[in-house]
């Protein structure tokens, strides 16, 4: 790995040492954070996993992009924008429209010239893997069946079963989706494919 020495790594090592050593209630929201990201070689060891307040948890990846380079700083432009996506488990920390806009410039920029073509089978195995026995919640299936509540259904669109769920809302395609979110093409199937959690066709 191939990180710049500057102002940024330091505050992002002070953030994690100053996290590690402290001691937090049960009662206090928290996130575990890859110190080394797993995206640029980290693993799960517990060495590698810090518990960090959710505005920490924004702030460090703010950090990373700001000392890594090349590909591994494309990689952490779009963690740090997937960490502005609102979910229903995670609290989300708050940030400026100037903010979003520039992490949504890098976001769009780390995904151009990227690969939408057939991921490597060891990839599928571990997402098949990680969501095997995990059925979805009741919450969550009646949160799908009140998004299209009060629109008819054609024969056509029942037929065609490719609307796409997405976190920014329920698309009755993926052209349309990649369209309205300015995505190129393909990329809506292959986040179907790698972001099953997020991403995933309601049939």
């Known amino acids: 790995m191939e990180f710049i020495h500057n102002k940024y790594l330091q505050w992002y090592n002070r953030i994690i040492a100053n996290a590690q050593k402290r001691l937090i209630g049960d009662d206090v929201y928290t996130e575990s954070h890859h110190i080394i990201p797993r995206s640029l070689g980290g693993n799960n060891a517990k060495s590698n996993i810090v518990d960090l307040l959710a505005r920490e948890h924004f702030v460090c990846h703010l950090l990373l992009t700001k000392f890594t380079v090349g590909d591994q ?16 488990n995670q609290q989300r920390y708050k940030i400026t429209s100037r903010q979003y806009q520039i992490l949504r410039e890098n976001y769009s920029a780390a995904k151009r010239g990227v690969p939408t073509g057939p991921r490597p089978e060891s ?5 098949s893997k990680a969501k095997k ?16 509540k009060g629109r008819p259904w054609s024969d056509a669109r029942r037929k065609a079963g490719r609307q796409v769920m997405t976190p920014f809302g329920v698309f009755d395609s993926f052209s349309e989706a990649e369209r309205q979110l300015k995505l190129g093409a393909n990329v809506i199937a292959y986040r179907v494919k790698t972001q099953s959690d997020k991403y995933y066709i309601i049939k």
Request: hydrophobic share 40%.
């Open 73 to 88: 700083k494309r990689k952490m432009d779009h963690a740090a924008f997937m960490l502005t996506v609102s979910s229903k």
């Open 123 to 127: 990839v599928g195995a571990n997402i």
């Open 133 to 148: 026995g995990k059925p979805l919640t009741d919450e969550h299936k009646k949160a799908l069946t009140g998004i299209k």
